[in-house]
């Protein structure tokens, strides 16, 4: 029968959002593929904190290790932790989050339980296949994992955050022997710093593209319509090729995947990759000049239009109806 690893990412020892997400997918899983137990791993300062936080939303064990290796996220650590985890708690399957962390290490784990990996799952269908996009998200495919073992990468935007229930399991320290040599250390980490919301988390994105010709305009028409709307501020690659914007705003296939209920996106096109990053929104707003842009074929509301002229005038409409209120 054997059990599910869970890999619990955690900031400062508080599981966000997506961790939540993955323990609601991980408890479909084990539901659909009759497997045993849940049971989550995580790592490094404040790991104690996020296991105990974790046994609220079903695990029946969370292991956490806070050993000095962990103190700073690098792959062959983590997965070797985690190759050990499975084969010592009997767990043919892991599944984590689709972030930069679990793209970076999962396919090292894939590889040495010789199992079979699938990426960014999006919904498990009730015979226990999956669903996932494909080819930038022109597709969306029903697979299934034929090995033994398996690991899968869950798009934590496709699944509800699981509810806080009732402790059944606990919480246990364990020391992982990490004997790899390691190539390289993380030096520093540097925050972006601001007062608007995360990109994964907000409840409104305003986006902006290469369609707004310079970083000066990016700035004088996506930040104040993102300040009047309380939104997150993210940007399409070409406008980050360009150096519109900086990279942790990329949104798409190669940058974040997001999925928040409002989307406006002004002056982009809508590129394959794009689209597969922000086409689970659940209402999405288009401005361009092209009537013709791909991006028209998924928005739910499109304005043909000069965004110079448009977005400034949609901001201080915006004003005027918040004063009223």
């Given amino acids: 029968m054997g059990n599910i690893l869970v890999f619990l990412e955690h900031d400062k020892g508080i599981l966000p959002e997506s961790t939540l997400s993955v323990l609601s997918a991980a408890g479909e899983l084990k539901e659909k593929w009759g497997k045993e137990k849940l049971i989550g791993i995580c790592f490094g300062p404040s790991a104690e904190n996020a296991a ?8 029946d064990l969370v292991l956490y290790s806070i050993q000095p290796v962990f103190e700073k ?23 984590g989050a689709a972030t930069s962390v679990g793209k970076d290490f ?8 010789d199992a079979g990996q699938a990426s960014e799952v999006l919904a498990v269908n009730d015979d226990g296949s999956l669903k996932r996009f494909m080819y930038a998200g022109e597709i969306l495919a029903e697979i299934e994992v ?9 798009r934590s935007t496709a699944f509800s955050p699981a509810e806080e229930g009732e402790r059944k399991g606990q919480s246990k320290e364990v020391q992982f022997s990490v004997e790899s040599e390691l190539s390289s ?5 540097h925050f ?3 007062d608007r919301p995360d990109l994964f988390s907000a409840d409104c994105v305003v986006s902006g593209g290469r369609g707004l ?4 305009s990016f700035k004088d028409h996506i930040f104040p319509l993102a300040d009047v709307l309380g939104a997150a501020v993210g940007a399409s690659r070409a406008a980050v090729d360009s150096g519109f914007a900086p990279n942790n705003w990329q949104i798409g296939q190669t940058g974040k995947m997001v999925a928040p209920k409002l989307y406006i996106a002004v002056g982009i096109s809508g590129a394959a990759q794009h689209l597969a990053g922000m086409k689970d929104s659940s209402v999405i707003v288009a401005v361009n000049k092209n009537d013709e842009a791909p991006i028209f074929e998924i928005a739910d509301y499109g304005l043909v239009a000069d965004l110079f002229q448009v977005v400034p005038e949609l901001v201080e409409e915006i004003k005027r109806i918040k004063q009223m209120n």
């Fill in 52 to 59: 105990e936080e974790a046994l609220s939303y079903g695990p």
């Fill in 73 to 95: 996220y690098l792959a062959i650590p983590y997965a070797e932790a985690v190759i050990q985890a499975c084969k010592e708690e009997n767990c043919g399957v892991l599944v």
């Fill in 106 to 113: 999962f396919p090292r784990v894939a590889v040495a339980l």
């Fill in 146 to 154: 034929c090995s033994e073992n398996r690991v899968l990468s869950i």
């Fill in 185 to 189: 250390e993380i030096v520093s980490y």
């Fill in 192 to 194: 972006s710093e601001g």
């Fill in 213 to 216: 010709g310079s970083e000066e």
